[in-house]
C-alpha cells in the first residue's frame, strides 16, 4: 500500500524535524548515476527524491522513478516543468500552481487540460503554491513559464502571496529562485513567509553549500531542494543531510 506522503510531510513539521529532498533531472541522470544518488540518499538518510526538470526531453521519466523505487523506500515525488511529466511509478506528486505569476495558463489553464489523465494517474496529488524568486539569473524556469520572478527584496509581496496561497487551499508552499540561480532565496523573506502561513514550506534554487541548508532550516524552511550542486558533486548529499537534520527541534 502506498504510503501518504502529505501525511508524512506534515507529521515531520509538527514534530520540527527538517526534511531534505534530493532533485533528480530525468535528462541529466542514467542508470549508473541513479544507482549512485540511491546508495548516498540511503547512507545519507534523506527523506525525499523530487523528480522532474523544466524540459524532460528525454523518454526517461518513468524508467527513472522505477529504478529508485525498485532500489530504495525513499519517497518519490514528482515535480512537474509540465503536465506531460507525470507517472505513475512515484509516490505523489507536486501539483504545481504559478501564484507568483500571471500567467493563467500556468496558474489554472493547463490544470484543465491535464486534469482527467492527472486524476487517472492513482498519485497522491499535493496542491502546492509555487513561486518563482528572482535568484539573479534568468533561469528555464522564469523563461519557460513567461512569467516575471518575484523580485528577491519583496519580502512582503512574499508572504501575501504565500497566504493568499494557503487561503485557496494550497497543501504546500514551495519558494524556488531557479535550478542553478546565483543568488538562492534570503534568510529574511523565508522567515517573513514562514511566519504568516501554517502549511509546510518548501525551499530550492541555487542552494550549494550546508551552511545555506542549515541556515533556511532555521529561518523556517520545513524542506530542502537541491539539484544542481548535487549533480556537480554527489558526495555533497551527506553535508547537506546531515546540516538540514542537525537543525533544533523547536520547543
Ligand atoms: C530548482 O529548486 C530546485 O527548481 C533546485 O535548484 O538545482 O539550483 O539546486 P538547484
Redesign the pocket.
Known amino acids: 500500500m502506498r504510503q501518504n506522503i502529505y501525511h508524512l510531510i506534515e507529521q515531520r513539521k509538527k514534530a520540527g524535524k527538517k526534511s531534505f529532498a534530493v532533485?533528480i533531472?530525468p535528462d541529466k541522470v542514467d542508470n549508473a548515476s541513479i544507482e549512485q544518488l540511491v546508495g548516498l540518499g540511503v547512507d545519507a538518510q534523506i527523506d525525499y527524491f523530487?523528480v522532474?526538470g523544466?524540459l524532460v526531453i528525454s523518454n526517461y521519466l518513468d524508467d527513472c522513478i522505477r529504478q529508485i523505487k525498485t532500489s530504495c523506500p525513499i519517497p518519490v515525488i514528482l515535480?512537474p516543468g509540465s503536465p506531460s511529466q507525470v507517472s505513475r511509478y512515484a509516490d505523489a506528486l507536486l501539483y504545481l500552481s504559478l501564484i507568483s505569476g500571471r500567467n493563467p495558463e500556468l496558474l489554472i489553464g493547463q490544470h484543465v487540460v491535464s486534469a482527467p489523465f492527472v486524476k487517472k494517474s492513482g498519485l497522491e496529488i499535493m496542491p502546492t503554491g509555487y513561486m518563482v524568486i528572482d535568484?539573479g539569473a534568468p533561469?528555464t524556469?522564469s523563461y519557460i513559464s513567461n512569467a516575471t520572478p518575484m523580485p528577491a527584496d519583496k519580502n512582503d509581496i512574499a508572504m501575501c502571496t504565500a497566504m493568499a496561497g494557503e487561503m485557496l487551499g494550497m497543501k504546500l508552499i514551495?519558494m524556488?529562485?531557479?535550478?542553478?540561480?546565483k543568488r538562492?532565496i534570503t534568510e529574511s523573506m523565508i522567515e517573513k513567509v514562514a511566519k504568516h502561513i501554517d502549511v509546510p514550506l518548501?525551499?530550492?534554487?541555487?542552494?550549494?553549500n550546508p551552511e545555506k541548508a542549515y541556515l533556511n532550516c532555521k529561518s523556517g524552511a520545513d524542506i530542502i531542494?537541491?539539484?544542481?550542486?548535487?549533480?556537480k558533486d554527489p558526495s555533497l548529499i551527506k553535508e547537506m543531510s546531515h546540516a538540514i537534520h542537525s537543525v533544533p527541534v523547536k520547543a
Open positions: 532533485l533531472d523530487f522532474g523544466s515535480f535568484g533561469t524556469v514551495y524556488d529562485a531557479g535550478s542553478g540561480a538562492p518548501i525551499i530550492g534554487g541555487g542552494i550549494t531542494v537541491v539539484g544542481n550542486a548535487i549533480e
